[in-house]
């Protein structure tokens, strides 16, 4: 009796003061609450911060000077020391607009639209690789579990095995050896039983960690839906929604643009300049005050000869360097996406087969079991060989618990290839960070923060 309540609190332990969560629900919490994908949102209004940079050169630079000076002259003559002394008060605004500047403004602007469209997909694969870690870990604690509950249903089976291995034993129907072997199965499912309990423990303090909060599996997941038909249809969508792709592609725009505007940098370049100032002297001891009132505009043309000591041209060079590199990851990624698409569904499929597979040998190891304990009731079978059926009960169920995380992984990591694995495409609960949005706050803020 002291055992049988010992392995109902045991099983207790791991629902007590934690809250019930569905995968659904994990994931919103991770979508809130972790810290990495925390980070990558303020990486990407890091990055977008470089498009009001680039349009601010086509602003004006306006500024305003204030200045106040005292000079004093001595003056040694036939009178003796004269002393001079004159206050001047001087005040500017200063206007420069550049007219042309081989056109590396425009090119600027082109490359941060860019740069823009590959943070925002580097988002989106930072979203997704959240999202899918999210739900590994939600069926590894799921998986963890379920080997516990099996490990817990073992228990008590060998226990009831061995106290009728020993009663057995006692009326000369059962031999020591039966009566030792139940003894040490039941003794292994104790160990087993407490190896999966710790397990289980410390899956659920990384789930914590990853999500925010303690978690009770109370629903088995259940399979994504829209999921492409055939290989085909699952190549041609990832190829054209892939983020990486995505992110890829306009990294290497970017890095073209950045050519052009480093190639502008050895144009010439016209500003147009304007200046008004203000101004009073006091002069002493006579205190004659002139006021002084200025306006300049002028066209400055320069022309480069010899820009920075070479480092402009450096700067192309370096940008071609850059263009080449970023058409080679390009062509990388578009090879990766490809291994991506064939090892992904060649995996779901297989994992299918494999879970089907487990079911059905779930179905006939119960089956199995089921008929050695009549048969050995009826003295056909042996302990020995209800021990045996058990144990090829509890590997199957085990078999199929770890079968069914692989398939659901290897599902939704199919969503993560293509694009879909978002809290958007999920239609997740809660506030969600859109990158469009957060682009267009700050697209044209050029003042205020």
Same mark, same amino acid.
């Given at each position: 009796?002291?055992?049988?309540?010992?392995?109902?609190?045991?099983?207790?332990? #791991?629902?007590?003061?934690?809250?019930?969560?569905?995968?659904?629900?994990?994931?919103?919490?991770?979508?809130?609450?972790?810290?990495?994908?925390?980070?990558?949102?303020?990486?990407?209004?890091?990055?977008?911060?470089?498009?009001?940079?680039?349009?601010?050169?086509?602003?004006?630079?306006?500024?305003?000077? $204030?200045?106040?000076?005292?000079?004093?002259?001595?003056?040694?003559?036939?009178?003796?020391?004269?002393?001079?002394?004159?206050?001047?008060?001087?005040?500017?605004?200063?206007?420069?607009?550049?007219?042309?500047?081989?056109?590396?403004?425009?090119?600027?602007?082109?490359?941060?639209?860019?740069?823009?469209?590959?943070?925002?997909?580097? $988002?989106?694969?930072?979203?997704?690789?959240?999202?899918?870690?999210?739900?590994?870990?939600?069926?590894?604690?799921?998986?963890?579990?379920?080997?516990?509950?099996?490990?817990?249903?073992?228990?008590?089976?060998?226990?009831? #095995?061995?106290?009728?291995?020993?009663?057995?034993?006692?009326?000369?129907? +059962?031999?020591?050896?039966?009566? +030792?072997?139940?003894?040490?199965?039941?003794?292994?499912?104790?160990?087993?039983?407490?190896?999966?309990?710790?397990?289980?423990?410390?899956?659920?303090?990384?789930?914590?960690?990853?999500?925010?909060?303690?978690?009770?599996?109370?629903?088995?997941?259940?399979?994504?839906?829209?999921?492409?038909?055939?290989?085909?249809?699952?190549?041609?969508?990832?190829?054209?929604?892939?983020?990486?792709?995505?992110?890829?592609? +306009?990294?290497?725009?970017?890095?073209?643009?950045?050519?052009?505007?480093?190639?502008?940098?050895?144009?010439?370049?016209?500003?147009?300049?304007?200046?008004?100032?203000?101004?009073?002297?006091?002069?002493?001891?006579?205190?004659?005050?002139?006021?002084? @009132?200025? $306006?300049?505009?002028?066209?400055? #043309?320069?022309?480069?000869?010899?820009?920075?000591?070479?480092?402009?041209?450096?700067?192309?060079?370096?940008?071609?360097?850059?263009?080449?590199?970023?058409?080679?990851?390009?062509?990388?990624?578009?090879?990766?996406?490809?291994?991506?698409?064939?090892?992904?569904?060649? #995996?779901?499929?297989?994992?299918?087969?494999?879970?089907?597979?487990?079911?059905?040998?779930?179905?006939?190891?119960?089956?199995?079991?089921?008929?050695?304990?009549?048969?050995?009731?009826?003295?056909?079978?042996?302990?020995?060989?209800?021990?045996? +059926?058990?144990?090829?009960?509890?590997?199957?169920?085990?078999?199929?618990?770890?079968?069914?995380?692989?398939?659901?992984?290897?599902?939704?990591?199919?969503?993560?290839?293509?694009?879909?694995?978002?809290?958007?495409?999920?239609?997740? @609960?809660?506030?969600?960070?859109?990158?469009?949005?957060?682009?267009?706050?700050?697209?044209?803020?050029?003042?205020?923060?």
């Amino acid at each position: 009796m002291k055992k049988s309540l010992s392995i109902i609190l045991a099983s207790l332990a #791991l629902n007590q003061n934690v809250s019930a969560i569905n995968l659904t629900q994990a994931l919103e919490y991770a979508y809130k609450n972790n810290s990495d994908f925390k980070s990558s949102q303020e990486d990407y209004r890091i990055v977008i911060e470089q498009f009001p940079q680039a349009l601010s050169r086509f602003m004006p630079d306006i500024s305003a000077d $204030f200045k106040y000076g005292r000079k004093i002259t001595k003056q040694t003559g036939i009178r003796g020391i004269d002393r001079l002394e004159a206050r001047s008060y001087n005040k500017s605004l200063n206007v420069t607009q550049n007219l042309f500047r081989g056109g590396t403004d425009y090119a600027g602007l082109k490359a941060a639209k860019s740069q823009f469209m590959a943070a925002k997909y580097k $988002f989106v694969a930072s979203e997704q690789d959240t999202m899918l870690k999210a739900v590994q870990q939600f069926l590894e604690y799921y998986v963890a579990k379920e080997i516990y509950r099996i490990y817990l249903e073992n228990t008590a089976f060998y226990q009831t #095995l061995a106290e009728s291995a020993r009663q057995k034993f006692k009326l000369g129907q +059962a031999t020591r050896t039966e009566l +030792a072997q139940a003894q040490t199965e039941y003794a292994r499912s104790n160990s087993e039983k407490a190896k999966a309990y710790a397990n289980s423990l410390a899956i659920r303090m990384k789930f914590r960690q990853f999500l925010g909060i303690d978690p009770v599996v109370i629903e088995i997941p259940k399979i994504p839906q829209n999921l492409p038909k055939t290989i085909e249809e699952f190549r041609q969508i990832s190829l054209k929604s892939n983020p990486t792709i995505l992110a890829t592609r +306009a990294s290497a725009d970017a890095a073209n643009s950045a050519i052009h505007a480093a190639r502008a940098g050895l144009a010439p370049s016209v500003d147009l300049i304007s200046k008004t100032s203000f101004g009073d002297t006091i002069k002493s001891p006579s205190s004659a005050k002139t006021k002084l @009132n200025e $306006f300049e505009t002028a066209v400055q #043309l320069r022309i480069p000869i010899i820009p920075k000591g070479g480092a402009e041209v450096s700067r192309v060079r370096e940008a071609r360097n850059k263009a080449r590199k970023s058409a080679i990851a390009l062509t990388e990624a578009m090879r990766s996406t490809e291994t991506d698409i064939e090892s992904s569904w060649e #995996l779901f499929i297989a994992n299918g087969k494999s879970l089907k597979s487990s079911e059905e040998a779930i179905k006939t190891a119960s089956l199995a079991l089921k008929g050695t304990k009549h048969e050995e009731a009826a003295g056909t079978k042996s302990i020995l060989d209800v021990l045996k +059926a058990k144990k090829d009960l509890s590997d199957t169920d085990i078999n199929k618990v770890k079968s069914l995380k692989e398939y659901l992984v290897s599902a939704y990591k199919m969503h993560a290839v293509w694009g879909q694995l978002t809290a958007k495409m999920l239609k997740l @609960n809660g506030k969600q960070f859109d990158p469009e949005d957060e682009f267009k706050k700050i697209q044209f803020k050029l003042i205020g923060f």
